[in-house]
């Protein structure tokens, strides 16, 4: 579902919902130093990821996808695995759109943070 410039982040491939802010508090809090530590993997395409952003703008995404603009290579999508296995953007969700659209492997790192900040029941 599309509202003027933002769809809805489940339009590209993630899953929505308000309490994974939660999850990726602790993982916003790490140093880029230590995220750069991780290795740069390819997350196939068909994996579900957990989005903390309901909508996102679309202008940047469509920018990419037409071509208009490159896509920036040497940026790395942050995901936060949860005791779960589930893994949550961190940073990158306009990054996680433009290669849902394009069919590519995404470059991830993915940090382990089975001790997750949950949300109060």
Not at 67 to 75: A, H, V
Not at 77 to 93: E, M, N, Q, Y
């Amino acid at each position: 579902m599309t509202t003027g410039e933002r769809a809805h982040s489940d339009e590209y491939g993630m899953r929505y919902d308000p309490n994974n802010v939660y999850v990726v508090e602790r993982a916003r809090s790490v140093s880029e130093a230590e995220w750069n530590k991780l290795p740069v993997e390819l997350l196939p395409l068909g994996v579900t990821l957990q989005a903390n952003e309901e909508t996102l703008k679309r202008s940047s995404i469509d920018r990419v996808i037409s071509g208009t603009e490159p896509i920036r290579e040497d940026y790395v999508t942050k995901l936060w695995r949860d005791g779960s296995g589930d893994l949550h953007i961190v940073d990158g969700h306009h990054r996680v759109a433009m290669y849902y659209v394009l069919g590519k492997p995404l470059p991830v790192r993915i940090m382990d943070g089975a001790g997750a900040v949950r949300p109060p029941r």
